[in-house]
């Protein structure tokens, strides 16, 4: 009888315990429900993005070249019209809507990153170092946008669904994840840590802290340094023979 006396009261103490840390014991914050992240982060850069899209030639765009940053535009608008202050599950057309942005943000970056390297082979592009420095890293930087906008919308099913703690298998395995001591509990991966991701994935051309697990999150990130280490070196290559 004391036997199950005492049973009862230690499953009683580590439910209450279980209760006190708010759910903390039974799984990590990137693996359960919970609140969307703020819509802030990605709203700025994307914003860079497309100012970034406006300040490159005009020969390098697609025409009219004001038709894609405005069709972004009108886009974003609608997705912080329906989620003004986070990203939250609402209805499944708003993660088609932001995917159909980012594919813009993409295609007129590509466009402009083909031309300028076609360009740079051809002779027809860089006869002065500043501003052909300029343009490269502007599209270089645009680059690093585009795919951490790729990163954070697949990572997981999306941040739709990591709001709602669906995937248990992380695409992307961040260094809070395999050490939960070196982070608060509430800690769960948001937009800026795949900023990051992009950015280091673009200056070293290979995984630094963050690892991708999955298959196409190894492609993605082989295709991203391919396209920042041909990028750079044709037009760092052709801005020092400028210079010369």
């Not at 248990?168 to 395995?173: E, H, T």
Request: glycine fraction near 6%; include cysteine; aromatic fraction near 10%.
């Amino acid at each position: 009888m004391s036997d199950s006396t005492d049973n009862a009261e230690s499953r009683l103490a580590r439910i209450e315990r279980l209760l006190e840390s708010g759910g903390r014991d039974a799984a990590p914050a990137w693996r359960r429900a919970t609140q969307g992240e703020p819509r802030w982060a990605v709203t700025a850069v994307i914003l860079v993005a497309v100012a970034l899209q406006l300040m490159l030639p005009h020969r390098l765009t697609l025409q009219p070249y004001w038709a894609l940053p405005t069709l972004e535009l009108v886009l974003l608008a609608g997705l912080i019209a329906a989620n003004p202050r986070r990203v939250e599950p609402r209805t499944r057309w708003l993660r088609w809507l932001g995917l159909a942005m980012i594919c813009l943000i993409s295609l007129a970056n590509g466009w402009a990153a083909v031309r300028l390297v076609a360009g740079l082979v051809n002779g027809t592009e860089g006869t002065d170092a500043g501003p052909l420095l300029l343009t490269g890293g502007g599209i270089w930087l645009t680059n690093v946008i585009v795919f951490a906008l790729w990163y954070w919308e697949w990572d997981r099913g999306g941040p739709l669904a990591r709001s709602q703690g669906h995937h248990q298998f992380a695409d992307f395995l961040f260094v809070q994840m395999q050490s939960p001591q070196t982070a608060p509990p509430d800690w769960e991966p948001a937009f800026p840590d795949y900023l990051y991701l992009s950015f280091t994935n673009s200056t070293a051309f290979s995984p630094t802290d963050v690892m991708p697990l999955s298959r196409w999150a190894k492609m993605l990130m082989m295709v991203q340094s391919s396209v920042s280490l041909v990028t750079v070196v044709l037009v760092v290559a052709r801005a020092v023979n400028i210079l010369r």
